[in-house]
């Protein structure tokens, strides 16, 4: 990470940053192409994503996360005058020039990435910062793989974190994450398993689609088994008491509602608008 010499520029005067640039730069599809260069970015502090405008059928644009600046928006017009402009709020955008063009090639059927702007207005971020950009906290395809098969055994958020970071892992991801993962899953399945059920009685089912179905099903049954085993331990400790329906949990439990702990955590993390 060093800085150019001699590069500052006279309308920011910001000096620029070379990170420097992927090794591999012939791909074989577009998902390789942006896994591979997402990867190779949070590897030298930054991120990448697409810029607007900047797909295009066999042209794509990778700009770097931190690149743009934040628009000053107006507020709805008052009656008593013109419309107000809403105060500029924090960001962690700095205008960033990095710029890469992959093109795909007919010929060969390959993508091709070539540097437009090599250098940033900034150095690479620490893995605290890291943490902050959506786009560092995403799962691969091995890793969503691994939650799904931890959270139909009943294992918790934090125990599927722990699990991912042993064995030398390596994610920037949350509990949060691995909670709205779960849940994106849980809703791709019931979806998956509505229609397949629709195209059974049709008479349109594959076999292929008969399988997905099963392993839907009985992804669903695990977790109902799970939520079953958390009933009965808590029956056990409160013997005598009538369970309640939590809005909370969903379910039916032996706590009050103020005294749900995921309600609890959404409390804890939902923004106060005290000033």
């Known amino acids: 990470m060093e800085e150019v010499p001699g590069t500052d520029t006279p309308e920011t005067n910001a000096p620029k940053f070379d990170l420097g640039l992927p090794l591999e730069t012939i791909f074989d ?3 390789t192409l942006t896994s591979s260069l997402q990867a190779w970015a949070i590897s030298r502090g930054f991120t990448v994503s697409i810029g607007n405008g900047g797909c295009k059928g066999t042209r794509i644009r990778y700009k770097c996360s931190l690149g743009g600046t934040l ?4 507020q709805p017009q008052e009656s008593s005058g013109a419309p107000k402009l809403r105060r500029n709020r924090t960001s962690r955008l700095t ?3 990095f710029l890469l ?3 795909h090639h007919k010929s060969d059927d390959k993508w091709y990435v070539n540097p437009t702007t090599p250098y940033h207005n900034h150095e690479g971020l620490v893995e ?3 943490a902050a950009l959506p786009q560092a906290r995403r799962f691969t395809e091995e890793q969503k793989d691994e939650i799904a098969r931890l959270a139909a055994e009943g294992c918790k958020p934090r125990e599927i974190l722990a699990a991912l970071r042993e064995d030398g892992g390596t994610t920037l991801a949350t509990s949060k994450d691995i909670s709205n993962e779960i849940a994106k899953q849980r809703q791709a399945m019931q979806r998956d398993a509505a229609n397949a059920t629709n195209k ?3 008479g349109e089912m594959t076999a292929d689609e008969q399988e997905a179905l099963e392993r839907c099903q009985s992804l ?4 109902l088994a799970y939520e079953l085993s958390e009933f009965q331990a808590e ?4 013997p005598g008491k009538k369970p309640s329906l939590c809005t909370g949990c969903e379910r039916l439990t032996f706590h009050y509602r103020a005294q749900c702990p995921k309600l609890r955590r959404v409390i804890a993390n939902k923004p106060t608008n005290r000033r």
């Not at 029956?235 to 409160?238: D, P, S």
Request: proline share 4%.
């Open 220 to 223: 669903l049954l695990s977790k």
């Open 235 to 238: 029956q056990a400790a409160n």
């Open 95 to 97: 205008n960033c020039p």
């Open 128 to 130: 605290e910062d890291m």
């Open 200 to 202: 059974r009685k049709r």
């Open 71 to 74: 628009k000053t928006r107006r």
């Open 29 to 31: 599809s577009r998902e």
């Open 101 to 103: 063009t992959a093109k």
